[in-house]
C-alpha cells in the first residue's frame, strides 16, 4: 500500500475519549496485526496540533497486535504541537529522509505496548539515513533513541508551533 504526496494542514487533533493528541496520519491495529509493505512517500504535515506520524494499537488488543514493515521516505513535517512520531503499539517502522522542524516535544513518543520491558520498548525504529531537523530538544530521531528506547511521554505540554513557511 503506497500513501504519497498528500499535504495535511493543522491535523492531529486531541481525541477526547483516549485523552491523548493523535497524529495527522495514523496507521491502526484494532482488528488484527499489521504486516503490509506500507509505503508513506513524498507526503508533507504542515503546522500539527499534535503528532504528525502515529502507529497504534487499541489499549484492550496491545498485546494481541502489532504493526510492521511501514516505511516513512522523503517527508517533510513543519510543526508539532508535540512529536513527529508517536508509537503505542509493538512492531516497527523505518524512516528515510525525514525532515522536521519546529517539533514542541521530543521527536519521537515510544510507548511501545506500555509493558516498560528493562529491554526497551517493543517498537523498534530504524533511521535509513537522511532524516534532518527537529525542535528544542534536538535531532528528531536522536541515535539514543535507536532502535527501540523508551521515550514515553504520554500526555506531553504542547508547543504552538509557528506557521509554516518555504523550505
Known sequence: MWITNNTTVRAGTYELNWNIGLGAIWIYALEKSINADI???GDNFLDNTYNAIMLVSDF????????TNVHFKDIKVDGTGTSVV???TAGS???ENVQARNVGAVGVNNCGSFHFT???S???LTDLGGNTGGGTTGPWLAPWEL???ITCNDRPPVVPPPPPSPW
Request: negative net charge; without cysteine; hydrophobic residues 40%.
Open 118 to 120: 528493562p529491554a526497551g
Open 93 to 95: 517502522a523505518s524512516f
Open 39 to 41: 509505503e508513506v512517500v
Open 60 to 67: 484492550p488488543v496491545k498485546d494481541l497486535y502489532s504493526i
Open 86 to 88: 508517536s508509537a503505542r
Open 122 to 124: 517493543e517498537f523498534s
Open 147 to 149: 532502535p527501540n528506547t
